[in-house]
């Protein structure tokens, strides 16, 4: 059976939470709620030094454990524990990272994980570099429904227009891979929420597990979900399909006209039907796009460093915590 980890991305508020729900009640795999840790580590690595020595891993593990803003106490691991496996395991960052979801699947009595946050869909060559066999699921929900619901969050600091910018950016993040087909899966939330046990079904059979009917109650273990994270008190009901199409009462006309301006082509590409709104002024295009070539200089000069930081690594990237990794990193044994 699979031991490859899983990672849901996507644009905000498209559902990710309900999908990580609805994997976690599987009696394989275990997904924890979102941290702060992946690519955080990954971005400050040459900070960290060659973790094939022993004090360096210390020092990682114990940042990751005990550091601010990591959400690592959200997942219920001793800190302790994770600092001496750490000590103990594999000398690489993958390997480091991993030991936390992987605690996390233990605790829950499961033999795989996944990890769940949106923006990992700007940072899928990170992933990849320390989980060379990692398996992708973009979960893609109607740009416009994710407009509103954007909006609505306390979290989000940012205007229409950068929301907008948001899920333009995932679904050219998702369409611009160039992962095999056995790495990477698009999943509609429309169609998770309509007939939550085809969508699952297909799903499964990706990544190589049995569908189980208890994945379609995710609300069972909603519980893994922090209480203060009351924006996902939905996820805590049934599946339902009440939401799907609410941006028609939620946007103002305006907002419409913009997201199907900008983001016509993307919408009806992935069968999302446009409500013949008129074209957006030019104003509101021109806010759009600046806001957009800002989000995307920013990730240029992001990448840029990556690119040139990999011709640097101190140490091993890699993780080496199952039989599969371990060979694609050509340790035999």
């Known amino acids: 059976m699979s031991e490859r980890p899983i990672f849901i991305v996507g644009c905000p508020r498209s559902g990710t939470t309900l999908l990580q729900l609805m994997l976690h009640a599987h009696p394989r795999v275990a997904v924890p709620p979102e941290t702060r840790i992946l690519v955080q580590v990954y971005r400050a690595r040459r900070g960290y030094g060659d973790l094939r020595e ?24 001793d800190a302790d524990e994770f600092i001496r496996r750490a000590v103990e395991g594999p000398g690489s960052l993958g390997s480091v990272v ?6 996390f699947a233990e605790r829950h009595g499961k033999v795989r994980w996944g990890d769940k946050r949106p923006p990992y869909i700007r940072h899928l ?35 229409v227009y950068e929301a907008v910018h948001r899920w333009a950016e995932a679904i050219d993040a998702g369409r611009g891979h160039k992962l095999p087909a056995d790495s990477y899966y698009e999943l509609r939330y429309e169609e998770l929420c309509a007939d939550p046990a085809g969508s699952l079904g297909g799903l499964c059979t990706f990544l190589g597990e049995e569908y189980d ?54 919408l009806t590409a992935y069968g999302y039907e446009l409500s013949g709104a008129p074209a957006a002024t030019r104003r509101d295009v ?19 460093t990556e690119r040139i930081n990999r011709f640097r690594e101190p140490g091993p990237v890699a993780a080496l915590l199952t039989d599969t990794q371990r060979e694609l990193a050509g340790i035999v044994r």
């Not at 022993?54 to 691991?77: C, E, P, V, W």
């Not at 991993?98 to 605690?103: N, P």
């Not at 992933?127 to 619901?149: E, K, N, T, W, Y």
């Not at 021109?286 to 990448?303: D, L, Q």
């Open 286 to 304: 021109a806010a759009y796009e600046k806001t957009s070539n800002t989000w995307k200089r920013k990730w240029r000069r992001v990448a840029l």
């Open 213 to 266: 009917p208890a994945m379609r109650e995710p609300y069972r273990v909603a519980d893994v979900v922090p209480e203060h994270k009351d924006w996902h008190t939905n996820t805590r009901q049934p599946v339902t399909t009440t939401r799907t199409g609410s941006w028609a009462q939620r946007l103002e006309p305006w907002e419409v006209s913009l997201c199907e301006t900008v983001l016509g082509n993307r």
């Open 54 to 77: 022993t004090k360096n891993r210390r020092m990682l593990a114990r940042k990751i454990a005990k550091g601010s803003r990591t959400q690592f106490g959200d997942l219920g691991i």
């Open 125 to 159: 060559d990170a992933i990849l570099a320390m989980f060379p066999d990692a398996q992708i699921v973009h979960l893609i929900r109607d740009g416009r429904d994710c407009v509103a619901s954007l909006k609505e969050m306390p979290w989000f600091q940012g205007d």
């Open 98 to 103: 991993g030991l936390v979801y992987k605690m």
